[in-house]
């Protein structure tokens, strides 16, 4: 392999980034600064067509305007009278005041007290609901500023699995790939078997990542997270 940080490649290539937030998560503040970063290294390969970022709630909250989104986007699907729990398979938060009585506690007080502790416990019992239906919801899109963003459930590996499940169904319905470069920012070693469909599709990989020799050897070029822009290539 060799590097270079300036390649001259056809500007009729295309190049797609799909970034798994999961797996390679920077500090809140950084993402965006870092994405920039991202799309200005790949368009050395060809224009930047798709920017695909995949990741649970938590990730996403690291950026701002992307949560807010989100939420704009909860707001819509759940309420306070939107059947929330139709979401959660009939769970039921525990009753606030459950805790309380299984130590042997009395609950007993004035009717003034009480009234407001109800009224604390049905807001506690409210949130717990919607934030229960929340983590099992199906996986979101959206697109904010450009950037498109599946949001998936904070389960194990539900991030690469809808990473790898989006890139090839979008490159198999794209007729020709031969100038096509799909640019993966992930260190996840299940991004392999996306690396060998890439290629038997007849694209292009890139991959961004912090472990070079996790992925760097399935890709097209390679290039560091702590050194973006430079890259190290081979058979480009």
């Keep these: 392999s ?8 056809s500007s009729a290539n295309s190049v797609w980034i799909f970034w798994d937030l999961d797996n390679i998560c920077p500090k809140a503040g950084e993402v965006e600064n870092r994405l920039d970063l991202i799309r200005s290294a790949a368009e050395q390969f060809g224009e930047v067509k798709r920017i695909e970022v995949v990741a649970n709630r938590r990730s996403i909250a690291r950026v701002k305007k992307w949560n807010a989104a989100l939420e704009d986007l909860d707001s819509v699907v759940l309420s306070p009278t939107a059947g929330v729990m139709d979401l959660t398979d009939g769970y039921q938060p525990p009753d606030p005041t459950e805790n309380s009585r299984s130590l042997g506690f009395s609950t007993a007080s004035t009717s003034r007290s009480s009234g407001r502790r109800k009224s604390r416990a049905a807001g506690r019992r409210l949130r717990w609901q919607q934030e229960f ?10 697109v904010v500023g450009g950037v498109s963003l599946t949001v998936v459930p904070n389960i194990p590996q539900a991030a690469d699995k809808a990473l790898q499940s989006l890139a090839l ?15 993966v920012v ?16 007849g694209a292009k990989s890139l991959v961004v990542g912090k472990k070079q020799k996790s992925l760097a050897r399935f890709s097209n070029a390679f290039c560091s997270w702590w050194s973006i822009g430079t890259w190290f290539y081979q058979n480009i």
């Design 2 to 9: 060799s590097s270079s940080s300036s390649i001259s490649l």
């Design 133 to 142: 239906a929340k983590s099992r919801m199906q996986t979101q899109c959206l």
């Design 186 to 201: 992930s260190d996840d070693t299940d991004m392999e078997s996306l690396l060998h469909e890439v290629k038997e599709l």
């Design 169 to 183: 169904s979008l490159l198999e319905k794209k007729k020709s790939l031969s100038t096509t470069y799909i640019c």
